[in-house]
């Protein structure tokens, strides 16, 4: 039986618009991925198995001459227990090596030690992995889990007409089977770089090739002996150059030779990190030939109309996949939309300012909205504009018009409502997980139902302030507000009884990082009072009082400089 077929971006009117198993509003099409994602654990070639609808990744196991190859672990100690208990129905060797494709899916890895009852099982995978889990939890945390909570239902709930259908890679972000989602990483202990690398693990030949996708650290392996690569390049999904919760560019010309390499290698069989295995050389060649035919077409339409005189927004309506690749779900949009990739591969490629000249100085947001909306009649005649729109299927221009009108201190609960409404609409006629969870989640804000404000300021926590209260300084330099600032010049440093040694120099509107050398004033403490502070248990000036943080200098002029940042354990 012939799969509902994805409309480009979402559709213009309900006619793909369906309700699901447990009440779920959605697109057709959506709903009918999720049959692609299901938890099975597929047999890929005799001692070869990966675990789909898991979690948000798969789990792929590969038996060896001197044990099983774990490749990749989830998001939880749960979740890695649960592909374990999976395996042992098929296996009972004992796991003598983990790899990492990339960053994303390394937080299961303390179910392989348990399990085995020892810690010392070598974990091989690309030096930068370290780097890139610190980042995504520093400065950029709040935008960048925002995203997270945003794309992948997080805060959605499971049943209803909001009701989370799939994420496009997985059925959840993380599987609610799995609930505590104990953290359990272990760092790599065999890293490698971006050069091509022979490994003997577990006694099989894998070879290493660097190849980023939606992460630099992505590589593919190839086991030459099983004729079988395991990689991070095709998903089960048109591949998304740009992701709605916000990432570094994901340059399509990079990921190309990735893709160009996996082809030749001629695998007879390929596992991904996401979706159904692929089986038979000439099925495999044809299906991933295509796939990446669609990522250059996308770079190449995108930069011939850049080239044209074409504005972002104006490539986004141009860009259009041929129907041809809807015959194949890997290179269909069920996750982001052709729409976004070519707007994002422009930008990517040439900043912001797409030679539009509205967009080179534009008004604030808000300003601009109530000028539209004065100008279009005032509020009650665009509301009525909107609900009309919404009533006859024009879409767009209802999102727009909602949009206006919620914004500034002159919207009103109603207002809010009427933008919910409309992102709802396009939620349950987009077959794209990420479009349709981004504009659900938005529209349980814009309702009441949901508040996320939490998502918009920093929360440190305990474990990772103690475990680098160095950086846990550095990172305030971002949350200085510069208006509130002290004037002139101040050095304050850190001292931590643990013996890390840190400072901050305020200055010209900033706080730049130092080694806290000839510092005006220091603050001495443990890590984990720090963090009590940093959390807001016990404020500082709780803490200078308790003694449990004593400042060497100016107990005013201290507290006063901290209270600048925009952090309430500093303020309080």
């Not at 085995?116 to 709040?142: C, F, K, M, Q, Y």
């Not at 207002?415 to 006629?429: I, M, N, S, W």
Request: hydrophobic share 40%; charged share 20%; aromatic share 6%.
């Amino acid at each position: 039986m012939a799969q509902p077929t994805p409309t480009r971006s979402f559709a213009g009117d309900a006619g793909h618009t369906v309700t699901g198993p447990r009440g779920q509003v959605t697109h057709d099409a959506h709903l009918a991925h999720s049959d692609r994602l299901a938890r099975k654990l597929y047999t890929v070639a005799p001692g070869v198995w990966t675990l789909v609808g898991n979690g948000l990744s798969n789990q792929t196991f590969v038996e060896a001459p001197e044990g099983v190859i774990a490749i990749d672990t989830g998001e939880s100690v749960e979740e890695m227990t649960s592909a374990l208990r999976e395996l042992r129905t098929v296996c009972d060797r004992p796991v003598a090596a983990v790899l990492y494709t990339h960053f994303h899916y390394v937080s299961g890895t303390r179910a392989v030690f348990d399990e085995a009852g020892r810690d010392d099982i070598p974990v091989h995978g690309h030096e930068r992995i370290a780097v890139n889990l610190t980042r995504a939890a520093a400065e950029i945390g709040p935008a960048y889990m925002r995203g997270i909570v945003e794309q992948f239902a997080v805060s959605m709930p499971l049943d209803g007409p909001d009701g989370i259908v799939n994420v496009g890679l997985g059925l959840h972000y993380r599987n609610p089977e799995h609930a505590p989602f104990t953290p359990g990483h272990a760092p790599v202990t065999h890293p490698f770089g971006d050069a091509p690398v022979a490994l003997r693990i577990a006694g099989l030949d894998v070879h290493v090739q660097h190849a980023p996708s939606d992460a630099d650290d992505s590589v593919t392996y190839w086991f030459p002996s099983l004729r079988l690569a395991v990689h991070n390049l095709v998903w089960p999904v048109l591949f998304n150059v740009f992701a709605i919760r916000g990432e570094e560019y994901r340059d399509p010309q990079v990921m190309l030779r990735g893709i160009d390499h996996l082809r030749a290698l001629g695998p007879d069989a390929l596992v991904a990190a996401h979706g159904p295995p692929m089986l038979g050389h000439d099925e495999i060649a044809r299906r991933v030939t295509r796939y990446r035919d669609s990522i250059q077409f996308l770079w190449d339409q995108t930069v011939r109309l850049t080239n044209k005189g074409l504005s972002s927004t104006e490539i986004g309506h141009a860009i259009r996949l041929p129907a041809s690749y809807d015959d194949d779900f890997i290179t269909s949009e069920y996750y982001g939309v052709a729409e976004h990739h070519g707007r994002q591969i422009r930008s990517g490629l040439f900043g912001f300012f797409d030679g539009d000249p509205a967009n080179l100085f534009p008004l604030h947001p808000d300003d601009h909205a109530a000028r539209i909306v004065a100008g279009l009649g005032g509020r009650d005649a665009v509301r009525t504009m909107a609900r009309t729109a919404l009533d006859t299927d024009d879409v767009r221009w209802a999102l727009q018009l909602a949009a206006w009108l919620a914004r500034g201190d002159a919207a009103d609960d109603g207002d809010r409502r009427l933008l919910a409404e409309a992102l709802r609409t396009v939620a349950a006629r987009t077959s794209a997980a990420n479009i349709r969870n981004w504009c659900v989640t938005r529209a349980l804000e814009l309702d009441g139902t949901l508040d996320n404000s939490r998502l918009r300021r920093h929360r440190f926590a305990t474990r990772q302030v103690v475990a680098d209260p160095a950086r846990s300084v550095a990172m305030l330099r971002v949350m200085l507000d510069p208006d509130a600032a002290p004037a002139g010049e101040l050095r304050l440093a850190w001292h931590f009884d643990d013996g890390t040694e840190v400072g901050l120099h305020l200055r010209n509107g900033i706080a730049a990082p130092y080694d806290g050398n000839d510092a005006d004033a220091t603050l001495r403490c443990a890590p984990a009072a720090w963090a009590a502070v940093l959390s807001g248990r016990n404020p500082l000036g709780a803490a200078v009082d308790d003694g449990s943080v004593v400042i060497d200098g100016d107990r005013a002029t201290v507290i006063g400089a901290l209270g600048a940042f925009e952090v309430g354990g500093l303020r309080s």
